[in-house]
């Protein structure tokens, strides 16, 4: 999500967790984006966010799915970490870095156990929720968020216990 920033915006630096979820079809859940300030630009991302004071990555990465998806899923029960990346992105023209860690859960139900608790922000630029396979994502005509989605799954499919260093990536 890069765009050019004037030299006075203050990048904002955070932690952050994400999930990868699967169906018991193998889909993982995917939200489709824009930016309301640059509304011609969408992408397919995984729930998750911010992490907030006090809370462990992992009890951002279940709530963040909660209320951004409506799926409820203890802490606990998430596998993971799996990948850890930093994100460098601008979004609403304010330049950000996230450092996140993606944690991986699976359901039976396609239906959310919850209802969704978005932020004024996220309904404002959350356009879709879908059910999507790797090929899928790996055809998708939009950005794809982490690109390393559009690879085969293997990696995180059948996870060993150790955690994949992504990098540094500028969306």
């Known amino acids: 999500m ?3 920033t004037g030299a006075s915006a203050v990048r904002i630096e955070r932690e952050g ?3 990868l979820l699967l169906d018991r079809d193998g889909r993982l859940l995917v939200l489709r984006a824009h930016d309301s300030h640059r509304p011609e630009r969408s992408w397919w991302f995984t729930p998750g966010g911010g992490i907030d004071p006090g809370e462990s990555a992992r009890e951002c990465a279940a709530r963040e799915l909660r209320e951004e998806t409506g799926y409820v899923i203890d802490p606990d029960e998430l596998e993971g ?4 990346r930093t994100a460098l992105f601008d ?12 944690f991986v859960a699976r359901v039976e139900d396609l239906e959310p156990a919850g209802s969704t608790a978005w ?9 879709d929720l879908a059910w999507m396979t790797q090929e899928q994502l790996a055809q998708a005509p939009i950005e794809v968020f982490p690109a390393q989605l559009r690879e085969p ?3 995180f499919l059948a996870w060993d216990g150790t955690l ?8």
């Not at 932020?119 to 356009?127: C, N, P, R, S």
């Not at 994949?164 to 969306?171: I, N, S, Y």
């Open 81 to 84: 970490p799996v990948w850890d």
């Open 2 to 4: 890069t765009e050019a």
């Open 91 to 102: 979004f609403q023209s304010r330049p950000y870095v996230q450092h996140e860690v993606f």
């Open 153 to 155: 799954w293997e990696a």
């Open 119 to 127: 932020t004024a922000v996220e309904v404002d630029t959350i356009d």
């Open 164 to 171: 994949v260093e992504l990098g540094e990536a500028r969306e």
């Open 17 to 19: 967790a994400r999930v």
